[in-house]
């Protein structure tokens, strides 16, 4: 009654979902087979407000509306309310991912509707735990990506976004962080780019100390096998203890039913390394219960935007975000698919609520295995890594204490 298996929707509301296929790695291809852009570019003046998505003490992307609509396993509906912290005694620094639709190789500085999207889905609600500062960037486009599948790639410049960012970074140290710490937050191109932020900017020098934490998600870190050490970063390992600060939580997500395939664009290694995973669940390893915080409407193919039928009978909900307490599990696991999250879904046909979740990337009506759950990587442990921060901000504190 309740299996809404058969016809999955293509991901989670929002603009910056139209990424689809579009996403992490294929700016490397774009790289290798695009006739690369040398022109010099102007620099961004990140002291003009505008060149900021989000900043502490103003209206602007990160003052949405995050209420959720819990729903329990028996179909009762219940509302939980969200507030920001304006004392937070931390800092969060988030790079999205690939969102633009702008037609042109690289984004402009302009905001549009997908990355005031992503902004809502993926980092708004840090603003509980810490300040938030988001900078525009001008990253590799959508429609850039698809002319490079298409055979006739645009003329990229591979370190525009990455330099962008320096910029940014180096503004927020000098002008903002007041020896504050701070959490890096990135996902799929925005991981890419603060991995190379923390390699030639972060590790083994003194701005290493204030990292909290990096929140490298939709990633392909590598670790050497059973190290949490080595490989993409020298000096960042991975988080294994709730209190253990300075590391890194990383990892790709894919259903316990639809593991990694040969051809999959996340979990795998490289050479003698592989992907690095942590649940933030769970970080010392097995099985844990996800804290998801999931968009309560769906995008279709179409670009049709449909509220999801999370009940039976369907119930009227009203706020962008649910929750759906006992649903879902995850573990990391490395096996002959791979090192990746492994999500379960516990859906009970004896009870009113929904026994899947949307969130795979689907094209043509068939969903693409080898992107995993990637659109809603981020979503599925929100609040398993608010709790994480809190818990790294206290230990963290606590080490600053005469």
Not at 136 to 160: C, E, F, N
Request: with cysteine; aromatic share 8%; glycine share 8%.
């Amino acid at each position: 009654m309740k299996n809404h298996n058969q016809n999955r929707p293509a991901c989670l509301s929002g603009r910056w979902c139209l990424l689809l296929s579009f996403l992490f790695f294929m700016p490397v291809l774009v790289w290798a087979s695009a006739e690369t852009s040398t022109a010099q570019v102007e620099k961004n003046d990140y002291s003009k407000p505008e060149n900021w998505l989000c900043r502490p003490g103003r209206q602007d992307a990160c003052t949405v509306d995050l209420s959720t609509t819990v729903i329990a396993a028996d179909g009762r509906l219940s509302r939980e309310d969200w507030k920001a912290d304006p004392q937070a005694p931390i800092d969060c620094f988030y790079v999205y991912p690939t969102v633009s639709m702008d037609p042109t190789p690289h984004s402009d500085m302009i905001p549009g509707p997908e990355e005031r999207s992503v902004i809502q889905q993926q980092f708004a609600r840090f603003g509980s735990v810490c300040r938030l500062y988001a900078p525009l960037y001008r990253q590799i486009t959508i429609p850039a990506l698809r002319a490079a599948l298409s055979g006739k790639p645009m003329p990229v410049d591979p370190t525009l976004n990455y330099r962008d960012i320096l910029d940014a970074w180096n503004y927020y140290l000098k002008n903002d962080n007041q020896g504050r710490g701070v959490v890096l937050i990135g996902h799929s191109q925005g991981s890419l780019v603060l991995t190379q932020l923390i390699q030639k900017e972060i590790e083994g020098k003194p701005i290493q100390s204030q990292i909290v934490s990096a929140l490298l998600i939709g990633s392909r870190v590598q670790v050497p096998p059973g190290k949490d050490v080595g490989g993409t970063f020298k000096h960042m390992p991975l988080c294994r203890k709730e209190d253990q600060t300075g590391c890194l939580v990383t990892f790709a997500s894919f259903r316990s039913t639809v593991p990694p395939p040969a051809n999959s664009r996340f979990g795998k290694g490289f050479g003698e390394t592989i992907a690095a995973c942590n649940n933030p669940a769970a970080l010392s390893g097995g099985q844990a219960p996800l804290k998801a915080y999931l968009a309560s409407s769906v995008r279709q193919e179409t670009g049709e935007v449909r509220p999801f039928p999370w009940v039976t009978p369907p119930q009227e909900i009203t706020t962008p975000f649910v929750r759906l307490p006992g649903l879902l599990t995850g573990q990391c696991v490395v096996n002959e698919h791979g090192s990746y999250l492994e999500v379960t879904v516990h859906g009970d046909p004896q009870d009113p609520r929904t026994d899947d979740i949307p969130g795979d990337v689907v094209v043509g009506g068939k969903v693409q295995a080898d992107w995993g759950l990637h659109l809603i990587d981020v979503h599925l442990v929100m609040g398993d890594l608010l709790d994480l921060v809190r818990s790294q901000t206290r230990a963290y504190l606590k080490g600053k204490t005469p």
